[in-house]
Structure formats: C-alpha cells, structure tokens
C-alpha cells in the first residue's frame, strides 16, 4: 500500500458492464466493486493477458480514492500456487440461497429451525445465552476499532472505520475473539450481489453518510436463545439470528435487518441482494462468483495485513 493506492495479487471472480458501459471487475478478495481505468485497459493490453476468466489471478494496482484499476497484469510465477498454500479452501462449504427479501416474514426468517435450517449449526452447540451477552460481545469488538483515541485492548485494532473493503478481515478477527473470550459459536453470514448488475448498497451513516456499494459482504453471526412467556402459555424457547457489524450498525441486528440494510436504492438503483450463504467461522472470503466455494485463513495472516493497510482509510471525504 503506498498512499491510496494497493498493490495485490488478486483474483477475478468476474467482469460484468456496469453503468455507462464501463467494466467492472470484481475479486474474489476483495468486497467492492472497481471499474477499470484506461490506464488499466491499456496495461492489460499491453501485458497480453486474457481480460479476465473466473479464477483468473492478476498482479494489480488499485486506486482505493476512486475506485478504480490502474494496472493489471500476469502474476510473479508460483503466485496462484502461494494463494492456495496462505489461503486453502474450505471444505463442504453450505448452500447459497437466492433470496426476494421483499417476500420474507422477517418473524419467521430470523430464527433458526423455523426459518433458518443449516446443517452448520449442528458443528457447534455453545449458542449466545440472551441478547444482553449479545450486546457485550457487540461493545467489545466495536470497542477495538481503529478510529478511537485510545488503543485498542486487544491489538491490532479493527478498521470499522473503512467499509468500502475488508469486511472479510473484519468478520474474522471477530469470530476469532468471540470464540476464544467466550467460547461461543460464531457462524459468517455471506451477502452477493451477483445477478446481472446488482450491486449491494448501504449508507455509512456511522462515517459521514456516504454511500458504499460491494458485490459481497461478510459479518460473524451468532445463534441468541432466549425464552418469551405469551399470555396463557408455558415458556417458549426461541433461538434468533443476529449479526455483529460494528462498521454498519451501533448494536446486533437481526439477519433480515443487515440484509435490508444492504438494497438501499436511494445510494443505488440496482441495489438488491441476489442471494445469502451462512457458512462455519472459518469462511473467509468467496472463491468464485457463483459464492459457492470459499478460502480460508487459518494462520490470520491476509486478515492481520488487511488491518495494516486499512487502520488510517476513512469511509466517507
């Protein structure tokens, strides 16, 4: 990372027109949508590698200001091969589902074995015991972000202040204290946008109020029980779906919030949540378009050099 400008090696899920007949390519790395420059055409021209298949690695230059390719070009020699060593990919990932959220009962879709069937959750039992232990776990991670004052309790601080990108690492460090402060279950909901031209779009309300657009985004996700008494009736156990995303929201959400949250269409009009996945701790970021395959990153290290190049970026001018 020099300045706002990125220097990775990084993957295409896929090249998609976006508006006004620009490219856009999207990695599998990385959350946010970039478009490529001219200088980015020119440069993969001039390098005379393919325009970019699924899978398809590249050395680039990314311009993080505006979003944009500056430079691709054909990787250092054995760079796929250091991809699969430092990131392997996970084994029997779970189901993506394509979703409407305009047709779910969010009273329904927020609670697991009624709305919620994952085969996941059978690996873990330790579920969140009420949504007071959920807030805990909110304050504590949301406490370590890199934008306060004091430093954080637990280093390296998070960047919840830069949600253009990262939320990958961000969700990882998470499930990482979680389960070991705690020892709870800590499952990743994975959002896509990867119909035709949607695009995942949210204000940062909490950065300025800009708005911020992905073609995936990642938060951990936590499994709550709690027990309500309706008049007239024996207590009813009741486990619910929240979601712990510091750089989005100031408290845990329910899942159908933080989905909603993602079609905001007064930031974009294509703005609409293609499909969902939720996946064990260990997913770290997609390894194709589709969402149906995943990396990981056992040793935490593309997390810990995320945090290095996001801890000083802002969200929003």
Request: hydrophobic share 40%.
């Amino acid at each position: 990372m020099e300045g706002k400008e990125e220097h990775a090696v990084l993957t295409v899920a896929a090249v998609r027109e976006g508006a006004e007949g620009k490219s856009q390519y999207l990695f599998n790395e990385r959350a946010r949508i970039f478009t490529l420059s001219e200088e980015g055409r020119r440069s993969l021209t001039q390098s005379r590698a393919p325009a970019g298949g699924s899978g398809q690695p590249f050395q680039v230059t990314l311009d993080l200001e505006r979003g944009m390719v500056l430079h691709m070009a054909a990787p250092p020699a054995g760079a796929r091969a250091a991809l699969t060593v430092d990131r392997p990919l996970l084994e029997k990932p779970e189901r993506v589902e394509r979703l409407d959220l305009a047709k779910i009962d969010p009273t329904v879709f927020d609670m697991v074995d009624v709305g919620q069937k994952w085969s996941v959750f059978a690996l873990c039992t330790q579920t969140v015991p009420g949504f007071a232990k959920a807030k805990e776990i909110f304050d504590y991670c949301a406490a370590l972000s890199c934008h306060l004052p004091t430093p954080p309790a637990v280093p390296p601080c998070i960047p919840f202040q830069y949600v253009r990108d990262g939320c990958y690492a961000r969700a990882h460090q998470m499930r990482r204290l979680i389960t070991k402060k705690w020892g709870f279950c800590v499952e990743k909901v994975f959002s896509f946008a990867n119909q035709n031209d949607d695009t995942l779009a949210v204000r940062a309300d909490k950065w300025g109020g800009c708005c911020v657009t992905w073609w995936y985004h990642v938060a951990p996700l936590l499994r709550v029980r709690t027990t309500i008494t309706p008049p007239g009736m024996p207590p009813l156990p009741l486990t619910f779906l929240l979601v712990i995303d510091p750089g989005m929201f100031n408290a845990p959400v329910f899942l159908s919030t933080w989905l909603n949250a993602q079609e905001n269409t007064s930031c974009s009009a294509r703005a609409n949540v293609s499909s969902y996945s939720i996946q064990p701790g260990t997913a770290y970021q997609p390894a194709n378009y589709a969402g149906t395959a995943f990396n990981t990153d056992p040793k935490y290290k593309d997390t810990e050099d995320t945090f290095k190049a996001y801890k000083s970026l802002k969200t929003c001018p």
